[in-house]
């Protein structure tokens, strides 16, 4: 439009007579109003999306430095990460840990923190505030293994330690276990229960409360909103798709837990 405005003012400045108009002149200035325009306008028109997008994630701590990353990742459907960074410290509380048989509750919280430190669980922070950042006394794990949403297993002086959810317990035969009528009562609502075992027979009850962070919940809101899927790495028997569906109010068909023998692949890709 302002190509062509300028184009006529040239024209009535070049042409007093009407009469005598060119077309050719006309076209040729209208042609060079545009290339000229072009050289300031393109630029204007490319950039100005993208200063809008960067102003919008600079708020994130974040930066797009170019149409380059856009093109690297316009088409991202899935986002890699792992459990911990969905729970950070405040999220997860201890409530209450209840002792069994004659077991001493030292024994148990030195052993449920070792494998807990040892695995990278999402309960780390939680212990550490138990152990008060004592990493003295945490005990060497021996043949760590994990159990698909389960729990953890390992050796830890000679004895085995189990720490997980009630089906670890039960398909290891765990002794002691509580009928679940009454672990109902034990735990109370919206709370959940990890068991911890020390040479097959049940050691203790950690009774924690996860919560969600409300500005982690809005980016996975807003990630899963524009069509990007959550592929989680998790080795804790807490961190299902119902709880962290529920949880951050996420459709579930977004959201995927890794498998154990995919974990040493996501480590590579993430590395």
């Not at 001493?104 to 939680?126: C, N, P, Q, R, W």
């Not at 524009?226 to 949880?247: C, F, M, P, W, Y």
Request: charged share 20%.
């Amino acid at each position: 439009v302002i190509s062509a405005v300028l184009t006529l003012l040239a024209v009535l400045a070049c042409h007093k007579n009407i009469d005598t108009l060119n077309i050719s002149f006309v076209t040729s200035t209208f042609a060079l109003f545009i290339s000229a325009f072009n050289c300031f306008g393109i630029p204007i028109i490319v950039n100005l999306p993208l200063a809008n997008a960067a102003a919008e994630v600079e708020d994130n701590e974040s930066i797009i430095l170019g149409y380059q990353s856009i093109d690297d990742f316009y088409d991202t459907n899935a986002l890699l990460l792992n459990a911990a960074d969905l729970f950070p410290k405040h999220s997860i509380k201890l409530c209450a840990i209840k002792i069994f048989s004659d077991n001493k509750i030292d024994t148990a919280i030195v052993a449920a923190a070792s494998l807990v430190y040892h695995a990278g669980s999402i309960f780390t922070e939680m212990f550490e505030r138990i152990i008060d950042g004592d990493h003295s006394l945490l005990e060497k794990v021996e043949n760590y293994s994990l159990e698909d949403s389960m729990g953890l297993c390992g050796w830890i002086n000679n004895k085995r330690a189990l720490f997980g959810n009630r089906q670890l317990m039960i398909n290891h035969n765990i002794e002691g276990m509580p009928p679940k009528s009454k672990e109902k009562d034990l735990i109370g609502k919206g709370k959940i229960a990890m068991y911890l075992s020390i040479s097959g027979n049940l050691a203790a009850m950690f009774v924690v409360k996860i919560k969600a962070d409300p500005e982690i919940a809005e980016n996975l809101r807003n990630i899963t909103d524009n069509g990007t899927s959550l592929i989680i790495k998790s080795i804790d028997s807490v961190a299902t798709v119902h709880r962290i569906s529920k949880l951050f109010d996420i459709p579930e068909n977004m959201i995927k837990i890794i498998p154990a023998e995919l974990h040493d692949y996501c480590t590579i890709m993430t590395a």
